[in-house]
Structures are given as C-alpha cells and as structure tokens.
C-alpha cells in the first residue's frame, strides 16, 4: 500500500545537538517530497521540498534534507538544533497527476532540552 | 496578504449540530484542500477544489460537504456533528506552478460533546 513512513513519534536531543528525522514512502514512482513544521497551537510552514536535481536540498532554519531514492527516504537534519525547534515535524508527499494532493506522515515530536 | 485565514478558531457543538468552518485566501490559488489532524494520526484530507465550481473528495470526506462558488473562499460544512469530528480543521491553498508549497490557515479546534 501507498504510504509515508516516520518512524519516531518522539524524540529528544539537547540544544546544540545534531538532529535527523526518519521518512519513508512507499510508492511506485519517487513523489514530490516536502517537510513542514507545526510549532504548538500554529498551522503548518513548510521548511523544503525536494522535486528532482540535486538530492540534498537546503531549507529554511537551518535545516536541510537528503533524498535517497534506493532508500526511499527522505530525512531531515541539523547540525545544532536550537531550543526552538522544539515543534512536530511533518513528512509529506505528492504524485503527480494527483491535484498536488498532500498526504502526511503521522508526524514526530521534537523536545529539546537546555 | 492576508494568506489563508479560518474561522472560527475554537467551537463547542453538541451532537447532531451543523456549522460551518469558513476559509478564504487572498492569494488568487485556484487549488484550495481542506483537511483534519487528529493526534498521532498525522493530517488527513477531508476535500479538495481545483477552481471555482470544482470539487472532490479526498480521504475523509464522510460528514462533510463543501462548496466553491468563488476563487477565495471554500467553506466546509459539518452537517450532523458526531464525536468523531472532534479533530483540528486545517484549510490550505496552492497557487503558481503544481506542487508548490502549500499555505495553511492556522487552523479550528472543533469539540463535539
């Protein structure tokens, strides 16, 4: 079945440390790839994309993410998470053809300790 | 811009209530998605407009109806409220180039009691 993947519903990393979250999709054609952020109580901000071309995109906050098409992943990382980027964290994905249709992963919560 | 704005932000309805959650963008999007976040479950699309007088639906759509008489506005109508529609209603509109970002509304808290 069609479907996005994040594997950690939690997780926790001190401030100044390094941070990565898990996605993966499983589909038959690579999808058009995004990451949002919801900081509490607040909407959804997108921090990057990832069409086609280069496989490490750059995003906003400092954050950047790399597709891996063998893996068909697409994770998020920063060198020195800030406390904050204490937020839940969204993988997402579109096909083509599909009215740019989100569909979501189930989101994984970032806690940042001082 | 104002972006893509909801509301009501919060709402109480009892069960078997109707109401409806507004939303409009001043941003001329012809595509415009409504969709209900419950907890751990990620967020799930209720319906979808692709222009003015077209709609379809999306994943979730059973309880509701909507409706897109206009480019800005895309309001979603609960009809017969029932405990499991007690979720956050997000509302988001794409315009430009297919598969841009889409920009969401800060979202309604709906309770259905």
């Known amino acids: 079945a069609q479907s996005v993947t994040q594997p950690d519903i939690h997780i926790t990393v001190s401030e100044g440390a390094s941070l990565e979250l898990r996605c993966n999709y499983s589909?038959?054609?690579?999808?058009?790839l995004f990451w949002y952020v919801q900081s509490p109580g607040q909407g959804l901000q997108l921090l990057l994309k990832?069409?086609?071309?280069?496989?490490l995109v750059q995003g906003i906050k400092g954050f950047e993410a790399e597709f891996k098409r063998s893996q068909s992943s697409f994770n998020l990382r920063k060198p020195s998470v800030h406390w904050s980027d204490a937020a839940e964290y969204f993988c997402?994905?579109?096909?083509?053809?599909?009215?740019?249709?989100?569909?979501f992963g189930t989101g994984t919560r970032l806690q940042v300790t001082l | 811009n104002a972006g893509v704005t909801q509301t009501p932000k919060f709402r109480i309805l009892k069960i078997g209530q109707s109401m409806t959650l507004q939303c409009a963008q001043d941003?001329?999007?012809?595509?415009m998605y409504w969709y209900r976040q419950d907890p751990g479950m990620g967020l799930k699309l209720i319906y979808y407009?692709?222009?003015?007088?077209?709609?379809d639906k999306g994943e979730v759509p059973n309880g509701y109806n909507v409706s897109r008489s206009t480019t800005e506005d895309f309001p979603l109508r609960l009809e017969l409220a029932a405990p499991s529609q007690t979720s956050v209603y997000f509302c988001?509109?794409?315009?430009?180039?297919?598969?841009?970002?889409?920009?969401f509304g800060p979202g309604t808290r709906l309770t259905v009691l």
């Open positions: 997402a994905v579109v096909l083509t053809g599909t009215a740019s249709k989100l569909t």
């Open positions: 589909y038959g054609a690579t999808p058009y």
């Open positions: 990832y069409f086609s071309g280069d496989t």
């Open positions: 941003m001329n999007h012809n595509y």
């Open positions: 407009s692709v222009g003015a007088g077209i709609t």
């Open positions: 988001a509109s794409i315009g430009g180039q297919p598969y841009n970002e889409q920009f």
